[in-house]
């Protein structure tokens, strides 16, 4: 592998770097359903690509319907554990850890 003669100045980094920044993409909007576009890809929200559908997006559809539904909550027994004691074990647990504890030291009794 070959090694460089000499070291690059910063101008000439800098020069060389200067193309690497990002550019803006041109946004359009599409003419199915009037949702921002990039240009040349086909529409994330409707699946058409100039004028022909090409993308599926009924399934990405009812996935993000059901995505918008709240979970309902879960039923679970009671029988072998209480929430409130577990809470009150959580804050004690958190208590002792804040806490620094010391060495015990034994006075001589003289």
């Given amino acids: 592998m070959s090694v460089p003669a000499s070291k690059k100045s910063r101008s000439a980094v800098r020069r060389r770097r200067s193309h690497h920044a990002m550019k803006a993409q041109n946004v359009g909007i599409c003419a199915g359903c009037q949702a921002p576009l990039v240009s040349h890809q086909a529409c994330t929200t ?10 599926d997006v009924s399934r ?7 995505r918008a539904q709240p979970a309902a909550p879960q039923a679970h027994d009671h029988a072998d554990h209480d929430h409130g004691d577990h809470d009150q074990s959580k804050k004690q647990k958190n208590t002792k850890s804040k806490t620094k ?3 015990a030291t034994e006075e001589k009794a003289s």
């Fill in 60 to 66: 990405n559809t009812a996935r993000l319907v059901k």
């Fill in 101 to 103: 504890l010391l060495p």
């Fill in 46 to 55: 409707c699946g058409f690509y100039k004028g022909k559908q090409v993308v």
